[in-house]
């Protein structure tokens, strides 16, 4: 079973647009949520996170929200930037289990100049 | 060095042959995972070693995968008689105790 779900495998966006990318969960104990960015022939890079105490985090030009009643988070990039093309994987845990990861299957983010 | 780095970076093994990956986590990070990303997947969680102790190993597939970290540092995941559904990349990551986890550049690898 899927536990967290990215049901956009891709998305398109005009740079200096907004980007918004999409995840979904079904396991109510996982309290701490990630978003990593890959590129190609690269490992995971972190880039920012949300404990389920909070429904916003922002770091610059990213800002995740949490919705916990409908299990829905979000990551919003403005401005979008061609750099910002990569695979964006949404990551969830429970702190109990010492942060082991559970993932979506990635969105693929293309910013056209 | 400054991050996780994942030897080697690229492994063909012949069905049947027996690989080790191994794992130079950041150092002085306690937590070190293993992660297996099949292509077009994101990673799927395999084992969690807190210094030397494998406390979840809940997600290796089967008994042919095992791995080590002896001395609390260095990792080594072995698979034995491998298969072509063992054809993944396969992912290191370290973390200080509950904090985001750094991840290698990852080994591809391919049983022909």
């Known amino acids: 079973d899927q536990q967290v779900k990215q049901n956009s495998p891709s998305l398109s966006v005009q740079e200096g647009r907004i980007s918004i990318l999409n995840c979904d969960y079904t396991?109510?104990?996982?309290?701490?949520f990630l978003w990593y960015k890959k590129y190609p022939a690269e490992g995971p890079t972190f880039l920012i996170s949300i404990s389920s105490i909070k429904d916003k985090n922002e770091d610059g030009r990213f800002t995740v929200f949490l919705n916990k009643s409908a299990k829905h988070l979000s990551l919003h990039i403005v401005p979008s930037q061609p750099g910002d093309s990569a695979v964006y994987f949404c990551?969830?845990?429970?702190?109990?289990?010492?942060?082991?990861?559970?993932f979506g299957e990635g969105t693929q983010l293309t910013v056209n100049p | 060095g400054a991050g996780v780095s994942q030897s080697p970076r690229y492994k063909v093994a012949k069905r049947g042959q027996d690989v080790a990956l191994r794992c130079d986590p950041i150092?002085?990070?306690?937590?070190l995972f293993w992660y297996q990303q099949a292509l077009g997947q994101g990673p799927e969680f395999l084992t969690y070693f807190q210094n030397e102790a494998q406390l979840d190993k809940s997600g290796l597939p089967s008994d042919r995968f095992f791995a080590e970290r002896p001395e609390g540092s260095v990792s080594t995941l072995k698979i034995q008689r491998t298969q072509q559904e063992d054809s993944a990349v396969y992912l290191c990551?370290?973390?200080?105790?509950?904090?985001?986890?750094?991840f290698g550049q990852g080994t591809r690898l391919t049983v022909v």
């Open positions: 990551a370290s973390s200080l105790v509950l904090a985001e986890a750094f």
């Open positions: 396991n109510s104990m996982f309290d701490y």
């Open positions: 990551a969830a845990s429970e702190e109990t289990s010492g942060s082991r990861l559970t």
């Open positions: 150092s002085g990070h306690v937590s």
